[in-house]
């Protein structure tokens, strides 16, 4: 039989929510309610600390199945008055912080299989990635330690019943379970942890905390294309910008294929239709109206069905104009059509072969990225 004990009984202060921190909702629940779930798929028996106040809250919250008792002053009081509840047919015991919200259910089985397989202690550790310096109270270092063999320990740790019950017995301060064991000159075996059972100690661990929450943005792309007739006598809009002493093009509007291959691609990455069927010969408001304020329109649509932009590309294809000498101008208009959205313009002939090659005209092809929360 294996039991579980959730040190939840800390204040917080270092998050300064003015709620316990276990009671912070992280997501669609609380860092407690997470917790129960890193460990109820191994843990036979559950019990939380709670603090003082807050125990009828946190009973509610994880149900009737779980034991809530009133925790200590220090983490270590907690779990020993944790340890006190365990039930005597306990083999192992699991010791987790509500902290680690997000520890996954895999890293609890994997303490257990670590158990089961003869390790007396088990706890999840990350490799060092920084340097850590020891420092003295006057802020200078004495001491570099190799950070190769160091690791940055995690919760569940997972115990055999009768050494946590020794461990604690001496009522040893520690900020983890297993340095009491390690006190006692027992062998702790350290497995691969997880960078998502972070510690939530400040309110920017738990916007991290959000992020492995799968609360990432849901991307779309899209790719758009236009190209336009040479119309010598009309003038030349491209890329959002007028390029005098240059033959327009044809169209039903200013004929910039730069922006209308935009509009596209950010109409097939929202699933809005494209040009035509929101601004097309049957919507005669549009016509005449130029590219810049076609991606006006298009960006309050792309808002309206919730997305937002986050990259847009387009590459002009034609022999005239030369983009290069106007092309920070031209990003500039673009992006400050779109909202200040991150544009790249690139420019590109085609050797003289097919598509606007044979200078008859100009053509584009854009993608876009955008995405919703
Ligand atoms: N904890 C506990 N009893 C205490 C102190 C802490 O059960 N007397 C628990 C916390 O609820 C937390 C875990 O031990 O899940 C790790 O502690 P920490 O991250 O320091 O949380 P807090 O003590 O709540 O935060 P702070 O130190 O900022 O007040
Ligand atoms: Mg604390």
């Not at 990455?269 to 109206?289: M, Q, R």
């Amino acid at each position: 039989m294996i039991a579980a004990i959730i040190a939840a009984a800390g204040s917080g202060e270092r998050f300064g929510a003015g709620t316990p921190k276990a009671l912070i909702q992280l997501g669609d629940r609380t860092l407690i309610e997470h917790a129960v779930s890193s460990i109820s798929s191994v843990a036979d028996q559950i019990i939380v600390t709670a603090p003082a106040g807050y125990e009828k809250q946190i009973q509610t919250l994880v149900g009737d199945g779980i034991i809530v008792v009133t925790g200590g002053a220090t983490r270590s009081e907690s779990v020993r008055i944790g340890l006190s509840k365990v039930l005597c047919e306990a083999e192992y015991v699991l010791i987790h912080d509500a902290a680690r919200a997000l520890a996954s259910p895999a890293l609890a089985q994997s303490v257990v299989a670590a158990l089961k397989n003869g390790d007396v202690a088990v706890v999840p550790g990350l490799a060092q990635t920084d340097t850590v310096k020891v420092v003295n109270a006057d802020g200078i270092v004495t001491a570099t330690p190799d950070r190769t063999s160091m690791r940055k320990i995690q919760t569940p740790q997972g115990f055999t019943f009768g050494l946590i019950n020794q461990a604690h017995a001496q009522s040893g301060e520690a900020t983890d379970d297993a340095a009491l064991v390690e006190s006692l000159g027992k062998p702790v075996r350290v497995i691969e942890g997880e960078e998502r059972a972070i510690k939530i100690t400040t309110p920017s661990d738990l916007a991290t905390a959000l992020q492995f929450l799968g609360q990432s943005p849901n991307f779309k792309t899209g790719v758009g294309v236009d190209a336009h007739h040479f119309e010598p006598g009309r003038p030349l809009w491209l890329a959002g910008l007028l390029w005098p002493d240059q033959d327009g093009v044809e169209g039903h509007s200013d004929g910039d294929v730069a922006a209308h291959a935009i509009c596209d691609a950010l109409f097939a990455a929202s699933g809005l239709g494209d040009l035509g069927s929101n601004f097309g010969t049957n919507k005669p408001e549009y016509a005449g109206a130029s590219g810049v304020a076609l991606l006006k329109e298009t960006l309050a649509l792309v808002h309206k069905s919730g997305y937002k932009i986050s990259h847009v590309s387009v590459q002009v294809i034609g022999n005239r104009p030369k983009i290069g000498s106007r092309r920070v101008e031209a990003i500039a208009a673009l992006s400050a059509a779109l909202g200040g959205a991150e544009v790249a313009l690139l420019a590109t002939t085609t050797d003289g072969m097919g598509l606007t090659g044979e200078g008859k005209g100009i053509a584009a092809i854009a993608s876009a990225l955008i995405y919703s929360k």
